[in-house]
């Protein structure tokens, strides 16, 4: 089960109450009835990606604004991220809060996976959504890690350009430029933020050595209890998400990542209504859109873990019940 903190969900409460909708208005629209029993409320609550899916969605309508996660990401505050963000508020630097970031960003929201690169002179932050994510979810997660980032270093700090993978008209396109200042690119591969790498010594105003060693420890052990809760299935997607390509991808490696056998790993999944052949296919369907175009169908077939193209192309018209040909020239047709 996907999942957000609960404290991370309500500040979009509070956003909607503040644009005239009351909490009680939203959560019926949503149909929300998680931890109506108080058992079910532990430490650290969760809400699911469903949830959470539904109240931007309804939000988006409600308000009549394509761009409600955009203007939900400009109005976070560190404390909407709870530890997290005061981890990242007591970092020393950019690069260190970064760091904090992949580390312990599930404990925000395990519903996708951030990755950094430094190429020369350039840095590059990048969101891997899980594949439910919604677009009000990305617009929101993209555009807060760089208001968080402004409130932090500098309120005219901008990237160096900006990539969704989705498509925005020339009017929405102009907004977000505008508030980014910077070039916002579309229909991309990935999204991520890219930025001069001379930012990462950028000294935080808010540093504070102890505070942050403390709350690392803290963090630690949350993170430790986090995983233990978590389903064999969400670990496995998320190891499946960051991989550069799916060869070599099978239950043993997997099984071995894990520490546990084969046989064990099977059992868990079944528990859970799945398997490692549905995981990996949901995987390899994620990344076709991503891809395909982009190199020869030889070699997609190759990253995404296919012994040849002639077992991608069986797979692909089970899938899409087209050639990957023909959905390709469908694509480009939109």
Known sequence: ???????????????????????????????????????????????????????????????????????????VRTANFGILGYLIESSDSLASAIQVLLNYDSLVADIGKSQFEQLG???????????????????????????????????????SSICFTHHYSKEHLNTLATWFNCPVSINAKYNEISFPSSYLTLPFKTDNAAVHLALRQISEQQLSNFKSQQHVSEKINHMLMVKTDLQECDLIRTANALNITPRTLQRHLKLEQTSFAILLEQERKRRIPLLIGTQSLANLALSLGFKDQSSFNRAFKRWYSYSPIKYFKMQIGK
């Open 121 to 159: 002179d350039i840095a590059i932050i990048r969101w891997l959504p899980h594949p439910s994510c919604n677009e009000q979810v990305i617009l929101r997660n993209m555009t807060a890690w760089v208001c968080v980032i402004r409130q932090l270093l500098n309120s005219k700090l901008s990237p």
């Open 1 to 75: 089960m996907y999942s957000l903190a609960d404290h991370y969900f309500s500040s979009t409460l509070d956003y909607l109450q503040s644009q005239g909708i009351a909490n009680e208005v939203a959560l019926k629209a949503i149909k929300f009835n998680e931890y109506s029993d108080n058992k079910a409320r532990q430490f650290a609550p969760r809400i699911t990606l469903t949830s959470y899916n539904a109240l931007l969605e309804y939000s988006q309508k409600t308000l009549n604004d394509p761009l409600f996660g955009f203007k939900l990401g400009q109005h």
